[in-house]
């Protein structure tokens, strides 16, 4: 089976003033479809820089980027936007909802800028799959953390992307709202299929993954199967 | 969805709308009441003139049409020379007189000769003028100024006493004698118009053609003509001046819709980063800029349009003898002004939204 993402020696360096500062130093690593991986390391590692870079909204400085097949690395701005809206879900640690809309239009809005129109019954899996049937109605400022960031996974999951870039999920989450949300996670991983890649420092966090990959100074250190 | 999203912002920020709306509102204000204000006076000045039931108006060389703005009078005694043409009935000189206090000509005139172009006057109150400081007013000046029969007046800086008040439409509001105004205005046997009138309409161009062969560089114009040539090109500097208007106006929305957007862009930094990770174009990202825009200029639209019957209303209450022409095709044009210069100004920032890094935009705090 091919991994539906594979970085092969990928950097990422950032200039600071005359200075050059590499966040990513040459990480390889392959992703199969299905597998929820998650990627730990402490702060300023460059999990976060690797989570835009292979969900493309950063350009690699160096190597490549495979996603379901396509090279992110020699695509264009707009080609990259493209990649996004139909094979990348990104769940935020701030959840990122936009504070106008309510949580049926919030999740809604993906469906509308994936271009396929609004799909009803796929709608209505995800949204009670993720328990958010009574709270549709409710702008973020009326939902609690851990509702927000429900919303904000119904959001990237769906218009069905080939892989869910979770960075921080629980991030902003008391422990309870948080093994909620990482049931959730494990749920559509195991009920769904969906490939998830999720950062986080906290090791009970990231034991719901099936592999933790470790990073330090930009570059992947371990790999550990969870057993 | 899109409509949906647009109408939560606008109402997200109550305040920052309202404002935006409203000066969108003022710029529309702005363009309807200057250019009903120009175009009103005029087609209410071309219809007094109209009202003078003259067939021809002959006046000095390169005079203009707009004869509150003409100068240089012409001897008195060409009067005479016009009653012997042939198809003449009457000729009635008048001398003008711009009263710039009160922003209204002043027509000197002889009763008779006026009488026997006009008809005479219809007085609602007294009588001819009899005296040489006796003054006739019209009953929209009378209405406006509160003036009363036997009331003295201070017009050119000329104390009058009002004997008459007469039904409008007789090309001025004000009438006096010839003889006082040429006194006043060191115009001794001078006229600014000649207003004829042929023994049948059917003769009109017959005479304005007698009266080309006897002066040759006067301006002769048909009265029947006479609205369509009061028009705001016809007068020097006055299209100009609307233009000048109109810029400010556009100036106005622009730079209020520009700061506006500029700083929901800036405030909705994050949400544009969110929407980018979502794999929104930068096309996306303008039309939700622009339609926002659009949105807020129509609201501006609507409130310009019901702003102005509204100043009009005021105006006209404050003025009776103002008229401010509102016309649809007026109202049309400044409502495209608006959302074309709203759509300019948000045009920068919406740029500058599509163009934001997603990364840097989704760390924004």
Same mark, same amino acid.
């Given at each position: 089976?091919?991994?539906?993402l594979?970085?092969?020696?990928?950097w990422k360096?950032?200039?600071?003033?005359?200075?050059?500062?590499?966040?990513?130093r040459?990480? &390889?690593?392959?992703?199969?479809?299905g597998?929820?991986?998650?990627i730990?390391?402490?702060s300023?590692?460059?999990? &976060?820089?690797?989570?835009?870079?292979?969900?493309?909204?950063?350009?690699?400085?160096?190597?490549r980027?495979?996603l379901?097949?396509?090279?992110l690395?020699?695509? &264009?701005?707009?080609?990259?936007?493209?990649?996004?809206?139909? =094979?990348?879900?990104?769940?935020f640690?701030?959840? #990122?909802?936009?504070?106008?809309?309510?949580a049926y239009? !919030?999740?809604?809005?993906?469906?509308?800028?994936?271009? !396929?129109?609004?799909?009803p019954?796929?709608?209505?899996?995800?949204?009670?799959?993720?328990?958010?049937?009574g709270r549709?109605?409710?702008? %973020?400022s009326?939902l609690s953390?851990?509702e927000?960031?429900r919303?904000a996974?119904?959001? $990237?999951?769906? /218009?069905?992307? =080939?892989?869910v870039?979770?960075d921080?999920?629980?991030? #902003?989450?008391?422990? =309870?709202?948080?093994?909620?949300?990482? +049931?959730?996670?494990?749920?559509? #991983?195991?009920?769904?299929?969906?490939?998830?890649v999720?950062?986080?420092?906290?090791?009970?966090? $990231?034991?719901?993954?099936h592999?933790?990959?470790?990073?330090?100074?930009?570059?992947?250190?371990d790999?550990?199967?969870v057993? | 969805?899109?409509?949906?999203?647009?109408?939560?912002?606008v109402?997200?920020?109550?305040?920052?709308?309202?404002?935006?709306?409203?000066a969108?509102?003022?710029?529309?204000?702005?363009?309807? @009441?200057?250019?009903?204000?120009?175009?009103?006076?005029?087609?209410?000045?071309?219809k007094?003139?109209?009202?003078?039931?003259?067939?021809?108006?002959?006046?000095?060389?390169?005079?203009?049409?707009?004869? $509150?703005f003409?100068?240089?009078?012409?001897?008195?005694?060409? $009067?005479?020379?016009?009653?012997?043409?042939?198809?003449?009935?009457?000729v009635?000189?008048?001398?003008?007189?711009f009263?710039?206090?009160?922003?209204?000509i002043v027509?000197?005139?002889?009763?008779?000769?006026?009488?026997?172009?006009?008809?005479?006057?219809?007085?609602?109150? +007294?009588?001819?003028?009899?005296?040489?400081?006796?003054?006739?007013?019209?009953?929209?000046?009378?209405?406006?100024?509160?003036?009363?029969?036997?009331?003295?007046?201070?017009?050119?800086?000329?104390?009058?006493?009002?004997?008459?008040?007469?039904?409008?439409?007789?090309?001025?509001?004000?009438f006096?004698?010839m003889?006082?105004?040429?006194d006043?205005?060191?115009?001794?046997?001078?006229?600014?118009?000649?207003? @004829?009138?042929?023994?049948?309409?059917?003769?009109?161009?017959?005479?304005?053609?007698?009266?080309?062969?006897?002066?040759?560089?006067y301006?002769?114009r048909?009265?029947?003509?006479?609205? &369509?040539?009061m028009?705001s090109? #016809?007068?020097?500097?006055?299209?100009?001046?609307?233009?000048?208007?109109?810029?400010?106006?556009?100036? @106005?929305?622009?730079l209020? @819709?520009?700061l506006?957007?500029?700083t929901?862009?800036?405030?909705?930094t994050?949400?544009?980063?969110?929407l =980018?990770?979502?794999?929104?174009?930068?096309?996306?990202?303008?039309q939700?800029?622009?339609?926002?825009?659009?949105?807020?200029?129509?609201?501006?639209v609507?409130?310009?349009i019901?702003? /102005?019957?509204l100043?009009?209303?005021?105006?006209?209450?404050?003025?009776?003898?103002?008229?401010?022409?509102?016309?649809? %095709?007026?109202i049309?044009?400044?409502?495209?002004?608006?959302?074309? +210069?709203?759509?300019? +100004?948000?045009?920068?920032?919406?740029?500058?939204?599509?163009?934001?890094?997603?990364?840097e935009?989704?760390?924004?705090?």
């Amino acid at each position: 089976m091919e991994p539906i993402l594979k970085t092969e020696n990928l950097w990422k360096v950032y200039r600071q003033g005359k200075v050059d500062v590499p966040a990513l130093r040459g990480v &390889s690593i392959d992703i199969m479809p299905g597998e929820f991986v998650s990627i730990m390391g402490p702060s300023g590692c460059g999990k &976060s820089t690797m989570l835009h870079v292979i969900g493309g909204l950063a350009q690699a400085t160096r190597g490549r980027v495979l996603l379901d097949g396509n090279d992110l690395t020699t695509m &264009s701005d707009s080609a990259r936007t493209l990649l996004r809206r139909h =094979k990348v879900g990104f769940v935020f640690q701030r959840f #990122n909802l936009l504070p106008t809309l309510d949580a049926y239009h !919030n999740i809604t809005l993906a469906q509308h800028i994936h271009g !396929n129109g609004f799909d009803p019954h796929r709608f209505e899996v995800v949204a009670g799959l993720l328990g958010l049937s009574g709270r549709l109605k409710h702008k %973020p400022s009326e939902l609690s953390g851990g509702e927000q960031q429900r919303v904000a996974l119904a959001r $990237a999951i769906v /218009s069905e992307p =080939k892989i869910v870039l979770a960075d921080e999920p629980t991030g #902003n989450l008391d422990t =309870k709202s948080s093994e909620a949300v990482l +049931g959730l996670l494990r749920q559509l #991983n195991r009920d769904l299929g969906q490939t998830i890649v999720m950062i986080t420092h906290n090791p009970e966090a $990231a034991a719901y993954g099936h592999r933790i990959l470790h990073m330090r100074d930009g570059e992947v250190v371990d790999g550990s199967t969870v057993h | 969805m899109i409509r949906h999203m647009i109408v939560q912002n606008v109402l997200h920020r109550p305040l920052r709308t309202l404002i935006t709306v409203l000066a969108v509102a003022i710029e529309v204000t702005l363009v309807i @009441i200057v250019v009903g204000l120009t175009s009103g006076l005029l087609a209410e000045s071309a219809k007094r003139i109209e009202g003078v039931g003259a067939d021809i108006m002959v006046q000095p060389p390169s005079a203009s049409v707009f004869m $509150a703005f003409s100068g240089a009078p012409m001897p008195i005694a060409i $009067a005479g020379k016009l009653e012997q043409l042939e198809y003449v009935q009457a000729v009635a000189p008048v001398l003008l007189q711009f009263n710039s206090t009160g922003l209204e000509i002043v027509y000197g005139i002889q009763q008779d000769s006026f009488k026997a172009v006009t008809g005479g006057f219809v007085f609602h109150e +007294g009588h001819d003028l009899e005296q040489p400081n006796d003054i006739i007013v019209d009953d929209v000046y009378s209405k406006s100024k509160k003036i009363k029969l036997g009331q003295t007046v201070k017009i050119l800086e000329h104390e009058f006493h009002v004997v008459g008040i007469v039904e409008h439409g007789k090309g001025a509001r004000l009438f006096v004698f010839m003889s006082t105004l040429q006194d006043m205005a060191g115009a001794r046997d001078k006229a600014s118009v000649f207003f @004829i009138k042929c023994d049948r309409t059917d003769h009109t161009v017959a005479v304005m053609d007698e009266i080309r062969q006897l002066l040759p560089r006067y301006e002769i114009r048909p009265l029947k003509d006479f609205i &369509s040539l009061m028009t705001s090109s #016809n007068l020097p500097g006055l299209g100009a001046f609307i233009n000048v208007m109109i810029g400010i106006a556009v100036v @106005i929305g622009f730079l209020v @819709i520009f700061l506006s957007m500029y700083t929901t862009i800036i405030e909705r930094t994050r949400e544009i980063g969110v929407l =980018k990770a979502l794999g929104a174009s930068k096309p996306y990202i303008v039309q939700i800029i622009l339609s926002e825009t659009t949105l807020l200029c129509l609201a501006g639209v609507v409130g310009g349009i019901g702003l /102005s019957y509204l100043m009009r209303a005021i105006f006209i209450k404050l003025f009776p003898t103002l008229t401010i022409l509102i016309t649809a %095709p007026w109202i049309l044009r400044a409502g495209l002004i608006a959302v074309v +210069g709203g759509l300019l +100004g948000a045009a920068y920032p919406a740029w500058m939204a599509s163009r934001k890094d997603p990364v840097e935009a989704l760390s924004y705090e």
